[in-house]
């Protein structure tokens, strides 16, 4: 049992490190870089949470290389441009995509 246990945690840490490690081996962004993303997509939800004016339930952040990309829905374009004007004054944000889309 004891070392069943020990199995599938080392299992699982070599999972996490491989899984990790893949998007540095294709080139596409490097592990310090990775953390920085994941801080400004919480970042980006937090002031989506904040501003009642945005539905934070409804638009899904994704941050690639400071590249912020929106997409779900909006009530409305004045929610739309809120939600990019906030994206946009993220520290550590590069350009934002809003892919929005207006839902009446």
């Known amino acids: 049992m004891k070392y069943t246990r020990v ?6 840490t070599g999972a996490t490190f491989l899984g990790t ?3 540095v081996i294709r080139n596409q962004e490097t592990p310090g870089a990775y953390i920085d993303d ?3 997509t919480t970042a980006v ?3 989506f949470v904040e501003d009642k004016t945005v539905d934070a339930g409804a638009v899904k952040v994704e ?14 374009p004045a929610e739309k441009a809120q939600a990019e004007f906030l994206a946009r004054n993220t520290k550590g944000v590069r350009e934002v995509r809003n892919n929005l889309a207006v839902r009446p």
């Open 38 to 40: 994941a801080a400004i």
């Open 63 to 76: 941050t690639l290389n400071g590249t912020v990309a929106l997409s779900g829905f909006a009530k409305s």
């Open 45 to 47: 939800k937090a002031k």
């Open 21 to 23: 490690g893949c998007s």
């Open 7 to 12: 199995l599938a945690i080392a299992v699982l």
